[in-house]
Nanobody, 131 residues
Framework: QVQLQESGPGLVKSSQTLSLTCTVS??????????WSWIRQPPGKGPQYIGS???????YYNPSLTSRASISRDTSKNQFALQLNSVTPEDTATYRC???????????????????????WGQGIQVTVSS
């Protein structure tokens, strides 16, 4: 069974960098045609797609976050990571890593409460940005 587990600090100060790691078990992040994603959900709002890294290491970002977000991976540890620079209190959210989507369209996004074609989710980690 595929499992994903987020780790990182739960509190970050404004203007600093948020750094999270997702550890994957039950699948390899280099498995063919797999995409691995970060998605966040601010309090009282729907999920927001942040970005993905695919099995070859190609990167995909939400255009609204591409200037601040950076996704990387460590294949030896079967982990992928998120860095979000220059955070503000508006970046306060539950951050989740996920396997998927199954295919990557030109502009992937979450709509309403749905992030299409995600088949496994981490439990999520609450990150609060203090002002």
């Amino acid at each position: 069974q595929v499992q994903l587990q987020e780790s990182g600090p739960g509190l970050v100060k404004s203007s600093q960098t948020l750094s999270l790691t997702c550890t994957v078990s039950g699948d390899s992040i280099t498995s063919a045609y797999r995409y691995w994603s970060w998605i966040r959900q601010p309090p009282g709002k729907g999920p927001q797609y942040i970005g993905s890294i695919d099995y070859s290491g190609n990167l995909y970002y939400n255009p609204s976050l591409t200037s601040r977000a950076s996704i990387s991976r460590d294949t030896s540890k079967n982990q992928f990571a998120l860095q979000l620079n220059s955070v503000t209190p508006e970046d306060t959210a539950t951050y989740r890593c996920a396997r998927g989507p199954s295919t990557m369209p030109a502009n992937y996004y979450c709509s309403g409460s749905v992030c299409p074609n995600i088949d496994y989710w981490g439990q999520g980690i609450q990150v609060t940005v203090s002002s």
